[in-house]
């Protein structure tokens, strides 16, 4: 059951944009539309932030958004804020009724 | 406002059994799965499986089976993840999340429970 491929490590300035990779295989993001986003701060439990590709839930920035092309899904960050420095772990659906999440990328707010 | 609260930290030797819970509120207990995730600092998060509360129906992850044992209590809303045999390897923290309305992700999340593993 292997994990779903993130970067280990993505950095941005202040304001800037950046975006995070996922990606999977035909058994999970390549054939379903059911990928889901994470934030998580030290010591705290994940945070939804992207559900369904590109969904936000209620009270969750607008500056956050999600996107699929194949076997891959994308995290975007726009207006990099202090606040966004956490690590990220991206999931989804797999085949055979499981789930899988992805190996989580630190984000570093410059 | 829908919440899950798990139980506090565990220290165990190795080869003792543990059971975490996570107790529901502020929703109709039995009408979502529930889900279990690990997470280490090697590994990140990991799935390991969900129940049905409302017919005890589980369906663990791979990795998981034969290792770990879920089950409910519906009188008291909460559901449980039983470790047995524990080594070195099950120290985590283990977190209970329930399936957010429509299914698919995992909205809200429980705030942790962690477990140490020590001779």
């Known amino acids: 059951q292997s994990a779903l491929t993130q970067p280990a490590s993505v950095s941005g300035s202040l304001g800037q944009s950046i975006t995070i990779s996922c990606t999977g295989t035909s058994s999970d993001i390549g054939n379903y539309n059911y990928v889901s986003w994470y934030q998580q701060h030290p010591g705290k439990a994940p945070k939804p932030m992207i559900y369904?590709?590109?969904n936000r839930p209620s009270g969750v920035s607008n500056r956050f958004s999600g996107s699929k092309s194949g076997n891959t899904a994308s995290l975007t960050i726009s207006g990099l804020q202090a606040e966004d420095e956490a690590d990220y772990y991206c999931n989804s659906y797999r085949n055979g009724n499981t789930y899988v999440f992805g190996t989580g990328t630190k984000v570093t707010v410059l | 406002q829908v919440q899950l609260v798990q139980s506090g930290a565990e220290v165990k030797k190795p080869g003792a059994s543990v059971k975490v819970s996570c107790k529901a509120s502020g929703y109709t207990f039995t009408d979502y799965f529930l889900h279990w995730v690990r997470q280490t600092p090697g590994r990140g998060l990991e799935y390991m499986g969900c129940?049905?509360?409302?017919?005890?129906?589980?369906n663990y992850a791979q990795k998981f089976q034969g290792s770990v044992t879920m089950t409910r209590d519906t009188s008291i809303s909460t559901a449980y993840l039983e470790l047995t045999r524990l080594t070195s390897d099950d120290t985590a923290m283990y977190y209970c999340?329930?399936?957010?309305?429509?299914?698919?992700?995992?909205?809200?999340w429980g705030q942790g429970t962690l477990v140490s593993v020590s001779s």
């Open positions: 129940i049905h509360p409302n017919s005890g129906d589980t």
């Open positions: 369904d590709v590109s």
């Open positions: 999340a329930r399936d957010k309305d429509g299914g698919f992700s995992f909205d809200p």
